[in-house]
């Protein structure tokens, strides 16, 4: 009995200064962290809506989880666009992108955020060879074909499920927002 | 000192923890693909191995040895979430890069292994260069691996476009191709050391 | 390390050599390249040229590196791992696929495990898996028949969305997209019979492997239960050149009869599921390397029982 509590005392005691210790690392960090993620939304925020066309962005909340977000310019209280998230499965991988669309649809900017497709060929679908394509285009027009979207060579299907998340989320967006 | 000296140099050459113990292949298959991948995850690794190493050493006379395994568990895990946290809030390009190998660290048989086999053992001056040897070899590892898996792979070096109008070999990128080049390099040290013990 | 032959017995002495089954099935392999060559165009005998070259040039550095005889060149297997190489790959590619193609069959599949007869896997499906992985956009560019409109298409008949319709007749003679060698059936089965005559290789694995991809493509095919196209499914992709010219391999595939049989229903239930379900269109190739790793296994366990011995 009487071994069994110093183990205990003693796995205490370590587990004791062990938590102690990622107590203080953790507030020391946290505020860092924090803003390494808000700098990182803001930056993709900025990079699939520029300035240019809307120069207030402001997000729209649901039970405290920013379900969208809303692209004004200027002073006016003049809606421009809008900007959200949306998740498909392609190859391998959920590739979760962020998309920049105007009122009327058209395509400002888009920016994967997430994906771990195949190396090479799936991946591809984040470069910007690849998504400068949807830019300025109506998203009601966007498909898979020679003369319209070229998937990216060998990575049909992470093409085709980048496009549809796209195109389907940002139609349905439209939709709602718009009646 | 001429002691201290092998304790260091053993791990990067005769004991290297991936070429000769073949310890710690899960991160080096996964994130060698890329120079900037293997180094990030070499020096995490080192800081972790180095960490443990000397608090296990420092405290070896308290530990009972019936729960020494779940001590040197907590030391360990508290090591590697220190590094993931201090990752994500000056390094979170490379954190996003390394993923879940970061708090994979804890399970890696390197650092649990040098726990039990030395550092539990030795005193702290031994156990650090221990340490510090075995994380060295094991980031040189990582870098010769992750150097070739690049250069084929992916014709760069640290990002920097070196071979032109080159159709990167994607097997390299892949698991397979970390695999078959880890094999080779272990094939080819261990024909090199057995030439060298026979000549 | 023994140098006995661990076929089971009894044995029987036969004049067959190695040279010789090697050689005789590159000739077996002949009409598939000329009905290759006949249907794509005279540059995807580049192709074929390119890979055999290769494949004896890198048997032939690693003989001198390993000081064997530097004449075993030409004792037809290197020949013929080039040979099966080129059928696997796209009737046009860049010259050097080839080229690096023979150079990993030969030197990774082959010569690393200790030269012929020591490998685990299929050499010519080695470095065809390689080029797959590594190069998959060169490795999925095919080639139309020459007397197509289009010169370049997108997808052979297997292709989980191909377009264009192909009779059995078209399959059969090989008026289709595809592998320099797999296209032409009725050329195959010219090289399939040769081989059976000479008694080179058996109907085992492939009968067994073709049996196991029609039956499932029957039972679960994409036109439903029991109504799967079988037909379609043996005739277009490459089982034909697989299950009898590189499954009946006679380093990687089983020694024991039933063992043969196993390793052809395992490689057509392979087939059929990565055909099926899977990410790739076909799955020969990788089905057969499966399997081979599987082969060990198989022997030990369909290992024939000794004449007289009683179990206990």
Known sequence: MNTILKFAFILFLVNLAAASILATTYNITKPKIEEQIRMAQAEALKQVMPEEVADRIEPVEKDGVVQYWKAFKG???????????????????????????????????????????????GVKVADISFIKQFINRNVSELELSKNNINAVAGATISSRAFLDSVKSSSMEMLKNKNE | ??????????????????????????????????????????????????????????????????????????????????????????????????????????????????????????????????????????????????????????????????????????YFMLAPGALLVIGLLIGGINFLSSKRRSA | MSKLTVSPSPHIKSSQTTNKIMWAVVISLIPAGIAGVYIFGISSLNVIAFSILSCIFTEALFLKLRNKDPKAVLDGSAVLTGLLLAYNLPPQTPFWIPIVGGMISIALGKQIFGGLGQNIFNPALVGRAFLQISWPVYMTAWKNPRWWPDAISGATPLAKKASVHFSYMDLFLGNRPGSLGEVCVIALLIGVAFLLVTKIISLRVPLSYIGTVGIITWVFGKEGFFKGDFI???????????????????VTSPLTKKGKIVFGIGCGVLTAIIRLRGGYPEGVCYSILFMNAAVPIIDRFTKTKKYGFIKK
């Open chain 3, 232 to 250: 379609f499914n043996i005739l277009a992709g490459g089982i034909i050149l697989g299950a009898f010219f590189m499954a009946t391999d006679y």
């Open chain 1, 75 to 121: 002073k006016s209280s003049q809606l421009n666009g809008y900007v959200f998230i949306v998740k498909k499965y392609g190859y391998s991988s959920v590739i979760e992108t962020m998309v920049g669309i105007k009122k009327d649809g058209t395509v400002i900017g888009l920016r994967v955020i997430s994906q771990n497709e195949t190396p090479g060929l």
């Open chain 2, 1 to 170: 000192m001429k002691k201290l000296f092998k304790e260091f140099f053993k791990g990067i050459g005769s004991e290297n923890p991936i070429f000769r113990l073949v310890l710690g292949l899960c991160p080096a298959l996964a994130v060698s693909t890329s120079v900037v991948n293997g180094l990030g995850m070499g020096i995490a690794a080192t800081f972790v191995l180095l960490g443990s190493n000397i608090i296990i050493s420092l405290i070896r006379k308290f530990i009972p040895d019936q729960i020494r395994i779940p001590c040197f568990i907590v030391i360990i895990a508290t090591f590697v979430t220190i590094v993931e946290l201090a990752m994500k809030a000056y390094a979170p390009e490379l954190s996003k890069a390394l993923g879940i190998f970061v708090p994979l660290i804890v399970v890696n048989c390197i650092v649990l292994g040098r726990a039990e086999a030395f550092a539990c053992k030795e005193d702290v001056l031994a156990s650090m260069l221990d340490a510090l040897g075995m994380g060295v070899g094991f980031t040189f590892a990582l870098l010769l691996i992750s150097a070739i898996r690049e250069l084929l792979g992916n014709g760069t070096f640290l990002g920097f476009l070196i071979l032109k109008n080159f159709d990167p070999i994607l």
